[in-house]
Each structure stands twice: as C-alpha cells, then as structure tokens.
C-alpha cells in the first residue's frame, strides 16, 4: 500500500513537469514565431563563423541592429499611431514621395519633381514611372491619392499633412494636392512616416489590420516576421527601383540592456546599436567600432507654463529663470557636452530658421536673474520641472534645479515620471515647466507652435488661458509665405517669447549610432531613421 | 487515494488565489496614471477619437464590469489580445515562457548541483577553513547584484576571453551565463540551507544513536541524515523556483532573452493590461503547480507526511 501510494504520488509528479513542459513544446507551435523561430541575431552569434569572422571575410550579407525600443506598427497611416521605434522599419519598407536626408535636406524619391502653385495652396506631384510595389504591383497615382486621404484621416493626420484639403488624380503619374490654406512645411510632411505611399489593391483585399500584419511598400526592403519584444527581420527587395541593396538581410533586434547592447557590438553579436548616449560612444575605445552622430531635428526645450495660477505666471519670474540657466552645464549634463546649445526654439537645420543676429538671444546673467527674482510675486511655492524619469532630460532638470536654488528659488521641485505618467501628465498641461525633446518629422520652423498655438488638441487648458494671439497670427504668415522671406516672420517670433521667456532653448539635441567598422555607408539621421539601403559590408 | 483528493483540492485552490491576485492586479493598473487610448491613437489624437476607442475597449465601463467581462473570457480561455500589438496573450506568453522555464530550470539545476554538495561539506566540516570559505562565497554571491554580476561576467566571458556570446538564446552557450547569473543568488541559498538542515539533523538523537550502533560516518550522513536534511531544502527549490520564474527580468534584461519577464515588465510600462493580467494568471498556476509538485516530492521523501492528514 505504502508502494503504491509513493508509485501513484511519482506519477503525478512526473505528469505535471510533463504538463509543464509541454505548455512550452506546444507554445512555439502556437506562437508559430514566438519560441521555435530562434533569434537570428543570435543564430548569427552563434555560428561558428560568428558575424566578425563572416565580416572579416568579407562574406556577410546580414545586419543585426540592436535597440532598445522595438518597432511594432507596420503601417503609418492606419487608425492606430506610429512612432520614433516604428520609423525603423516603416523608412525601409515604404518609400515616400520625397526623401528626408540624413542632413534634413529633402531630396526627390518617388516623385521626381514637384511644383507649387503661386497661392501655396496646390502641390503637383510628377510620380516616377516603374516603381513596384513589394507585391509586384506597379505604383501609380491612385495608390498616392490612398495613402494621402487614409494618412490624413488617421490620427497623425492633422499634424503631418497640415492643412490637407484633398488630392487629385491628373493621370497615372500626376497627383495635385490641394490644402485648405498655405502651408510652406508641407513637403516635410510628405516626406514624413504616413508619406509612406502603400498599395491600393492590397489594401482593399487585406485591409487595415492585413496591413499592419503583413506590410507591403515600394522600400528597399520587404518585410518578413516581427516577433514580439525580440525581433523584426526585413529581407532586400531585389526589384527595388534604385537598385537591389547590398545587405540581403537585416535584424533589428530588441536589447532592452544598453550596456549589453554596445558589449555585443564589441564581441560581434550585434553590427549597430541604435542612438547609444553619447558618453558611452566617447568611451569607446575598440578599433572594430566606430559611431557617428548627427545634429537631430529636435529642439530640447525648457517650456513655461504661464497659463496656470503660480509663480510661472509672473513675466519676472519666467524671466529670472531664463537669466539663470547655464546652457553649458545642462549640455554637459545631458549630452556631455557634445550638443549645440539653442538659442531659440528652432534647429539650425529647419526651413525658415531665421538667421544669427536677427533676432534677441536671452543672455545667462545671474545679478539679472536675482533681480528678476526680486521684482516677482515668488512667494517659495512650489514650481515642478516635469520630465521624463531616466531620461538625459532628467539630468538636465537637476541641473537647472540647482541653478535655481543659487539665485533663490529653493522650491524647485523635478518632477521625474515614469512614460506613461509622463504623458497624461504632458497632456494635461499641469505642469509648471517641461523638458522635452521635440523631435519633429516637420523640419520647419513651423514647429514653434508646438507650445505656441491657440489651435490644438489640449483645448481645455487652452480654453482657460491662450497663448500669445499675436504669436498665432504670426505663424499663420509663416506658412503662407514661401522661401527665405518667411524668415523675418520666425525671427519676430523668436523675439516675442524671449520677450514674454515662454521658454528656455537649451540644446539642439543629438543622434547617434555606433557600428561595426566593417560596416560602410552608415550615417547617423537628423530623425533617427536607418537607411539600411546605403549599408554595405566592407 | 487521499492523494488524488488531495491534489483535487490544491488544484481548486488554486482558483479563489486567482480571482484575488487578479482583482487586485486590475484595480491596481485600473487607478494607474496613463490614458491608453492616448497612447494608442498618439499624441496628436482628438478627444472626440480618442473616447470613440476607449468606448471600443470598454474602458468607458465600470471597473467591476470590466473585470467580469475580462474573467468571464477567461473562464473561456479567451485571455484577450494585446491593446499595442493585437497578439493573442495566451499564444505571446506561451512563446515566451520555454526561453523563462529553460534558464529557470539550468539555473536551479546549477545552484543545487552546486549549492548542495558545498553546503553539506560544510556541515561535515563545520567551523574548518573550507566551511568559512564556503559561508563567505555564500555571502558573497548574495550580496553581488544580477545587474552587476552579469555585466562583469559579459565583459570577462565574452569579450576577454571570447568563450560565450554577449545576449541572446540559440545555442547552448547562451544559456550558461544567464543561468549562472540567475542562480547565483539561489545557489548562495542552497549552500546555506543544505548547511543550516543538515546541522540540524545531524545534532539528532538517532544520528546519535546510529554512531552508537557503530555505523560509518558516510552511512550516517548519507543513509540517516541526507534524507531528513532534504525537506527543507525540496521546499527552498520549490520557492525559489517560482520566485525564479516571476521575477526573471533582471536576467533577461540583460542578456536579452525573450522570456515572461521582459513581457511582463514591459506590458506594466506600457500600460498594456491584457498581457499584465494573462500572464499573471498563467505565471500563478505554475507557481500553484510547483508548490504542488514541491508538496508530493516531500511526501515521497518523508514518510511522514501523509496526505490525509
């Protein structure tokens, strides 16, 4: 009885690791990607040849780039948003009408040419001929019209085909666009994430969610599988209308760890991280890697809240904090130093950035600023910095705060939360101060109106207290006005929210990559984007 | 067959431990700051777009019938589908959960093969140069953490000496450093728990007994004392066990693994509450089931324990 009571008891032991086990066996099964679709950054790690060896011998065709946010929406113009970490994969998937360069020049890509009508109001699009889509299918006007009125619609719409009104068909190879009112950044937004032009046909069979599954552009790169929170792998379009890539295949693998991304890099499991901090690609000291930077189209910016009951709606108090900040020291702290420090919140690379010496800069003066202090309402109520926690900008906020308590305000408070919180909080427009990167896919100075416009989507606080009207006015003459004249008209801008100290400009903020030596045509993107098209291994 | 009712009866169990865990997992994440719709639709998103989504996710409802909604589908295996990616849960959990439950069980295996024998040597040796220098490699591993551990151990194994690759899963070789690492810490325990039981045992009246009887001192460890010092220590496997599948993120974080931790922590920043609440679920059941299993093997070891009682 004994005995059988310790066989029966061996049995179900035995059956429940079995049952455990078998959840895992019949999980790669179901997942069909999940568990059996071994990494391949990993299966390249581990082959024997290893990537630096296949490198060295000049016989590899694959690129594992390493990231910490993966990208997980393959299709820009659908109901749900995109972002920065899907731009990875959408910039090579899909191609838009217009290039964006690493630089923040724009540059023909499907559109060969395009011309604007005297008004502003019309952009005419003269569409390369033979570009096919990934299905085979050929591009033609009909599918930009799709990708235009579906973008425009989706929930980026409004922010990134500013004023689109609608688009027409004038042949196979002709589109107008028509906007409700000018908009001198609109090719910006072309050449933007939902530029991206996809497939008309395809769309109508699969629709939205087929899409996101299974997305088909005209890029220089098919995709293959995404698997949740390991990889996305994209294989070369060998049709691709600017010539098959070199790099037949291309990993971009999620490594949440950042140390253990640049480690892998340097032992060859990886051949590019995405955006390492900058201090980390200082130390580097490997002959097999190298990292590039770029000047980014993103402005961090110190934004006042002057709409709100406390200190910040006093001008002196905004004012005595403009003279406080030490540009340098944050710089030093958020990206070792390595950025240009803004001015004005506006990137030297923007269109209608208007020139050095035309408009006021606020100078770093700490008698001023104790005097701005002293003249203010400033009664120690609390005033918090909101900020993202564990980012650069955190840092920054540290450093401003201890700027601050040196010229009296002792109630400086960072505000650092998590991502989530951060952005209800953002949105809610609570805060006393913010800093942000704001990463812009519009490169314009149009951007100003971030903070600036009395038309947006956070009306209720807008409601309560509006921002400067005649700033508003202003940037609607910027976008009616094309060229370098529009350039005055942002320079006045400028010069108001200096004046008013809506904001403290501190850095233009920066891009970088590290990657294997071996591997040539890298560039780091004012946007972040990788144009792995240009890659090649040595 | 007091067992089968037995396991019947920590089996369901198993279910009142779940509906608490999952209401106050979702009450918890219900009153956690972040607007998901706003996140989903992007910044640029209307209020007028973004209540038309919350009303598709039933987010415009009452706690109380969401959560009913959400249990009644998995009363129906339905554990719902992912508000960033649409991925089926129980599919993206189950195509995680081989890469967490194979470093989970190389890391116990590790930490007893090694803790054991160490701790016991230990015991037998009490107060000698060997038990000291056991006690402080105990002490020092419980001491050095994951994060820590792991980046110096890549730096010296995989770029100095080049034997093992950085991160990842694959080959055998990507599974040696996250399991040493991850049972590190458990391998610290095993050592002082196999030392701490078996000193115990061996201070017992028929340990004391069977050296009277003349019995050779590798019988007497082996045959007398091995046995009875093992329960404590089939319990300490079991809760490290489970503690190892739960809380595995550190580990996979670093040697980027993609297992149940990264999804979980990553479902909890984003928000994502379908895969928070499907994965807790799954990671309590196994959690149930080891301790289960943890039970039946004590049974099998000690004649004592019986079912019925």
Known sequence: MKRMKKVTAMLITASMLFGLCACGDSSADNAGQGAETQTPAQESAADETGSAAEAAAGTKDTVILATSGEPYRFFAQGSQSCAGDDNLALSNIYDCLLFLEPDGSLSPALAESYDVSEDGLTYTFHLRKGVKFHNGEEMTAEDVKMTFDTGAAGPIGSALFVNYDSCDIVDDYTVDIHLTSAYAAFPYGVASRIGGIFCKSYYDEVGEEGYYAAPVGTGPYKFVEYVKGDHTTLEANEDYWRGTPAVKKVVIQTVADTNTQILGLQNGDYDVVRDPAIDVCLRLDDPGVTWAKENSVGRVTMYMNSWKEGPGKDINFRKAIQAAVNKDDVNEAMYSGEAEILDIDVCASYGGCPDAGTYQVAAYDVEAAKQYLADSNYDGSEWKILVQSGSRYENGAKVIQAQLMSIGITSCVVDAKDNASYMEEYKAREWDAIIADNLSSVVDADSLMTYHSMESWWDPAVQGSPRDPEIWELIQEGRATQGDARKPVYAKICDIITEEAYDVPLVNSVVTVAYNTKLKGMQAHCLGNYNFYYYSWE | ?309
């Open chain 2, 1 to 309: 067959m007091s067992w089968l009712k037995y396991t019947l009866k920590r089996l369901l169990m198993l279910i009142p431990v779940i509906i608490c865990v999952t209401f106050i997992l979702y009450v918890i994440l219900s009153f956690a700051p972040g607007n998901v719709a706003w996140q989903i639709l992007g910044e640029d998103a209307t209020q007028e777009q973004i209540a038309q989504l919350e009303a598709e996710m039933g987010l415009d409802q009452p706690l109380l019938v969401r959560y009913g909604k959400y249990m009644l589908g998995v009363c129906r295996l339905d554990f719902g589908t992912s508000w960033f990616g649409g991925e089926d849960i129980a599919k993206l959990f189950l195509g995680r959960l081989p890469f967490t439950l194979l470093v989970a069980v190389l890391s116990i295996l590790f930490a007893v093969a090694l803790g054991c024998p160490l701790g016991i040597g230990s015991a037998i040796k009490q107060y000698s140069l060997m038990d000291y220098g056991v006690s402080f490699v105990a002490m020092l591993l419980t001491s050095m953490p994951a994060f820590w551990l792991g980046t110096m151990c890549q730096i010296l194994f995989c770029l100095t000496l080049k034997w093992l690759p950085v991160s990842g899963v694959g080959t055998w070789k990507h599974y040696v450093l996250p399991s040493v690492i991850l049972g590190a810490n458990t391998l610290a325990s095993m050592i002082r728990m196999s030392r701490t039981s078996l000193l115990d045992v061996i201070r017992q009246d028929y340990i004391r007994t069977a050296r009277a009887k003349g019995a050779s001192e590798w019988k007497v460890i082996m045959h007398h004392a091995m046995r009875n010092s093992l329960i404590p220590i089939v319990t300490q496997i079991g809760i490290t066990f489970a503690g190892v599948i739960a809380g595995a993120v550190v580990t996979e974080n670093i040697f980027a693994i993609p297992g149940v931790g990264v999804l979980l922590i990553n479902a909890v920043k984003a928000r994502d509450v379908p895969i928070v609440m499907g994965t807790v679920i799954f990671v309590t059941i196994i959690v149930g089931m080891i301790n289960l299993v943890v039970d039946i093997v004590c049974a099998l070891i000690d004649p004592r324990i019986d079912f019925a009682s």
